[in-house]
T-cell receptor, first 118, second 112 residues
Framework: GAVVSQHPSWVICKSGTSVKIECRSL??????MFWYRQFPKQSLMLMAT?????????EQGVEKDKFLINHASLTLSTLTVTSAHPEDSSFYIC??????????????FGQGTRLTVV | QKEVEQDPGPLSVPEGAIVSLNCTYS??????FMWYRQYSRKGPELLMY????GNKEDGRFTAQVDKSSKYISLFIRDSQPSDSATYLC????????????FGSGTQLTVLP
């Protein structure tokens, strides 16, 4: 399957600082990328959907000013957690899907980033 | 009621057993059905991807979709300890930018 690389795999930061997570599609062009959050022993919760070159669409209850998403190229999307607090500690996962003509192919996931805010 | 229901388990089976994992859903517009395997502290890995109703087999894994009953299954034959993971069903409607709707995941342990 296609490869999606997410970096870093884990990060510890101090409360009040910002953290950037990168998601790269290594062998395909990703028109659409998705960002998820996952709490222990729970399923994935979609945070936002981003299409290359346009603003991300955030799910209800997700603060767009806190979770900044940039999808500036067809192979890279970034999630920045601004002014992080301990309650933002979680496992963040991105996924990417090819664009047309591969409109019905499936999304592939990155390895995830474990964020701990202290 | 959630759009996708999945028994969270945990499910423990002996090595070599046949494992059956299931999800039910309520949205009849779902057309694409997936099973992902997620190891602890890792991202989900796509196992099976099916379109509409029918069966699909890949090695020890068989995915079944019954759209009339809104029910999907994943069977694992000759289960191995390395199959121990959380299995997530996911589905979506047609369209390139459509998001996935996930089940809650079933935690499987295969005992040696």
């Amino acid at each position: 399957g296609a490869v999606v690389s997410q970096h870093p795999s884990w990060v510890i930061c101090k409360s009040g600082t910002s953290v950037k997570i990168e998601c790269r599609s290594l062998d395909f062009q990703a028109t659409t990328m998705f960002w998820y959050r996952q709490f222990p022993k729970q399923s994935l919760m979609l945070m936002a959907t981003s299409n290359e070159g346009s603003k991300a669409t955030y799910e209800q209850g997700v603060e767009k000013d806190k979770f900044l998403i940039n999808h500036a190229s067809l192979t890279l999307s970034t999630l920045t957690v601004t002014s992080a607090h301990p309650e933002d500690s979680s496992f963040y996962i991105c996924s990417a899907r090819q664009g047309p003509p591969f409109v019905n192919t499936e999304a592939f996931f990155g390895q995830g980033t474990r964020l701990t805010v202290v | 009621q959630k759009e996708v229901e999945q028994d969270p388990g945990p499910l423990s089976v002996p090595e070599g057993a046949i494992v059956s994992l299931n999800c039910t859903y309520s949205n009849s517009a779902f057309q694409y059905f997936m099973w992902y395997r997620q190891y602890s502290r890792k991202g989900p890995e796509l196992l099976m991807y099916t379109y509409s109703s029918g069966n699909k087999e890949d090695g020890r894994f068989t995915a079944q979709v019954d759209k009339s009953s809104k029910y999907i299954s994943l069977f694992i034959r000759d289960s191995q300890p390395s199959d121990s993971a959380t299995y997530l069903c996911a589905m979506r409607v047609s369209g390139s930018a459509r998001q996935l709707t996930f089940g809650s995941g079933t935690q499987l342990t295969v005992l040696p």
